[in-house]
């Protein structure tokens, strides 16, 4: 669920040109992420997202896990999600060569075990869009 959450972000970056999600739920069944946005999505666009993070799933990529001195890292990423008593040392989840950010969570090796991604509705209220999503396991 965590990695699946790192893909469907970064591809709404390259989608839609918006940030990370700022606020998110992560469970084992049902997710939600909510992004800062003008409107709602249509048919067409959570059609587009679904297939594109399903490409990344499927293409396999390494999920890699990286150390950065915190100087270091404060120039190659973005750390304002992470807390102030994070330490010196900034874990870097890299999945292959399409999305890296500073995480704590748990991660998959590969992104061909995170299943299907499938987005369950999205909505929009005040600025904020939100997406649910689920994954189908094989
Ligand atoms: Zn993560």
């Known amino acids: 669920m965590h990695s699946a959450e790192h893909i469907l972000n970064q591809t709404m ?12 739920h ?5 997710s939600k992420c ?18 594109q993070v399903n490409e990344v799933i499927h293409n396999n990529l390494e999920v890699l896990e990286e150390f950065y001195l915190r100087e270091e ?6 750390l304002s999600k992470l807390p102030n008593d994070a330490g010196d040392k ?3 989840i890299r999945i292959g060569d399409y999305d890296a ?8 090796n590969h992104t061909i075990e995170i299943g299907d991604f ?10 904020i869009l939100r997406i649910r999503f689920k994954l189908l396991e094989d």
């Open 73 to 78: 890292a404060e120039e190659k990423f973005n």
């Open 118 to 127: 499938k987005i369950i509705s999205t909505s929009f209220d005040d600025g």
């Open 13 to 24: 970056i390259r989608m839609f040109d918006c940030g990370r999600s700022f606020s998110n």
């Open 34 to 51: 909510d992004y800062h946005f003008e409107r709602d999505l249509n048919q067409l666009e959570i059609a587009e997202i679904e297939n």
């Open 90 to 92: 900034i874990r870097i």
């Open 101 to 108: 950010c500073p995480c704590s969570g748990l991660h998959v």
């Open 26 to 30: 992560i469970e084992k069944k049902k």
